[in-house]
Each structure stands twice: as C-alpha cells, then as structure tokens.
C-alpha cells in the first residue's frame, strides 16, 4: 500500500495560515543560528521554502507529527546555509597567494577591506574587556569551542553533561548576539 503525503494540494490562502502557525519555530531558529546578511524577510522565505518542502515530503504513520518534521526540515536548511556560508569564508584561504612570489604591487591589488574581521576583533575586545558577562561555565565553554573542541569532548574536559555545555554555549552565543545588536559594528 502505498502513503500518501500530509497534504497533497493547498491553496496560497492555506499555505499562509498554516505558515503562521509554524512561525514560532521560525523564530526560535532565528533567536538560534546567526546567519551573516539575513533579515527577518530572509527568514520568512527559508521558513515558506522549508514548509513547501515538508509539505511535499511528509508521510503519515512514520512515527512523527508534521510539526516536528517541518522543525527537522527547516532546521538543516538554516545548516546547510551556515555550511554555505562557512564555505565561502574559506574559499579566501584558498585563494592565498604568496607576497614574495606575487611581489608588493601585486598583492596590494587583491587585498579588500573584509568587515568580518573587524566584526572577529570587536568580538574579542568586548570579551577581554568584560563587556559582556558570562558565567564561568559559559566562559569556558566558548573559550574550549572557539580553540576548535567540540561540545561532548569540552564536557568531558569541563566534568560536565554534553547538554550543559550546549546550553551554556547557547547562553553566551545569544548574550554575544544581544550586545552586538544594541551597538552597530
């Protein structure tokens, strides 16, 4: 026997209230992941876009209510726009080239001004300065996590739970987030 999707056909005026309905988790993914250059519209469409998807692919009887498979589906959307994005940042060292095989003139040419670094310097002056406040637990989870550790291998580190360390991460991600937003970079 063969299993139908959730919904088959809906029209744009069903489309957009059930929209509204999952908005809450389009605002708890925003509140979530950082994504450079995305507004509130840019959200919007990557929610519409990810409930078009699972409006498409969602099966009945699998085990999962609807809502909690549009949260799946959106949710590795947003991550595999970071993914993307992360991508292009290292698409730059790629393009390295040498000054003493290029010489000066040559270099000067391909250097451009990146906002992303001075955005990185601000970041960790605001830390150092104690500008925002962080528990120790979260002080020393972003300091384990920027050097490169992942969560499970910090807790093990810190004798903590792997979802503390999240939780912790979390915290000082959206502190960090909450500061950068009152003061223009």
């Known amino acids: 026997m063969e299993e139908t999707t959730h919904l088959e056909t809906i ?18 993914m925003q509140s979530r992941y950082l994504i450079r250059d995305f507004d509130y519209d840019d959200w919007l469409q990557e929610g519409r876009i990810a409930l078009n998807d699972a409006l498409q692919s969602y099966r009945l009887g699998r085990g999962t209510t609807f809502g909690l498979y549009y949260k799946m589906i959106f949710e590795n959307r947003i991550r595999s726009l970071l993914r993307r994005q992360q991508a292009q940042k290292r698409f730059a060292q790629q393009q390295a080239v040498s000054i003493e095989k290029v010489g000066l003139e040559a270099f000067s040419e391909q250097f451009h001004y990146h906002e992303c670094m001075e955005e990185n310097i601000y970041i960790s002056e605001m830390l150092l300065a104690g500008e925002v406040t962080l528990s120790s637990l979260e002080n020393c989870s972003l300091y384990y996590y920027l050097k490169g550790e992942d969560p499970a291998m910090i807790a093990q580190r810190l004798d903590e739970s792997e979802k503390a360390i999240h939780n912790a991460l979390n915290r000082a991600k959206n502190k960090l987030k909450k500061k950068l937003t009152t003061i223009k970079i």
């Open 11 to 28: 029209d744009g005026a069903a489309f957009e209230k059930m929209f509204s309905q999952y908005l809450p988790i389009v605002y708890s």
